[in-house]
């Protein structure tokens, strides 16, 4: 008898959360419109750039690698007393008022030696989703780590070597091969790690595959959605999947004082 009801017990139970997650699929799905308030909610817990601006002196210099989508009116908006600059290869994407400090446009050929131009000048570096898209990506993150002030800090994102066998084309990008302006392979984990730790860099934070566990349970619910319509509901299918790689690093004075 016992077991019987352990057995009717564990029934119930999967039944219930069965119930529990259909409804909120449902309700995701015919509330899509409003998915941006549930990131606000979410946000605090899983917004790795929005945490990392929080660490970084406020009132410093921030270089920002790869600079459009409206991030300097993001940035601004949000913490006025940043010194920040912007360097791109374009002008793309900014909806919103361009709020940068200034604002640098250089060639492709000629983006790292401009970084390198810029060194021990800065309080913080942010390179979101830049280095997969550099003709030399080497040379790039040594002229970023360059580019800081001992004491400053680095922000890195790109995406998950295992991105190559994601499924694709989504529009949005999932697998790395969905955007053509993306370089080669994704940038290698390990290498960059072994390069940050050679040049006075502590690591702070790394994850290979970013999966926020808020923003990964509703990727999980709006998979078949997004497998669906063959695009990329941002940024739940990338939480659910792991498509970014995101480090955090501080540049140390060497022992020698330098």
């Not at 016992?2 to 119930?19: D, M, P």
């Not at 497998?227 to 939480?239: D, H, Q, S």
């Amino acid at each position: 008898m016992e077991n019987i009801t352990e057995f009717a017990r564990v029934n119930v139970l999967l039944i219930t959360n069965a119930i529990t997650l259909a409804a909120l699929l449902f309700l995701i799905l015919r509330y899509k419109t409003h998915l941006k308030v549930l990131w606000k909610i979410a946000e605090p817990n899983c917004h790795y750039k929005a945490r990392f601006l929080k660490i970084i002196n406020r009132k410093g210099n921030l270089l920002d690698v790869g600079c459009g989508n409206d991030s300097p009116y993001n940035t601004k908006t949000k913490y006025p007393d940043i010194t920040y600059t912007g360097i791109d290869i374009g002008d793309y994407n900014q909806t919103t008022p361009n709020l940068a400090d200034e604002y640098i446009v250089v060639k492709p050929e000629g983006f790292a030696e401009a970084i390198e131009n810029m060194a021990e000048s800065f309080d913080a570096v942010i390179s979101a989703h830049n280095l997969e898209h550099c003709n030399d990506r080497d040379r790039t993150l040594d002229a970023m780590i360059k580019a800081l002030k001992p004491g400053g800090y680095l922000f890195l994102s790109f995406p998950t070597e295992k991105s190559v066998d994601f499924p694709g084309p989504r529009k949005g990008t999932l697998n790395y091969y969905d955007d053509p302006t993306h370089k080669d392979k994704p940038p290698d984990y390990e290498k960059i790690i072994s390069t940050l730790k050679t040049n006075n860099m502590k690591v702070l934070f790394a994850n290979k595959s970013y999966k926020p566990f808020p923003v990964y349970i509703v990727g999980f619910l709006l998979e078949r959605e997004s497998k669906k319509t063959k695009e990329v509901l941002w940024p739940w299918t990338w939480g659910y999947w792991g498509f970014e790689t995101i480090i955090w690093g501080q540049k140390v004075e060497s022992k020698n004082g330098a």
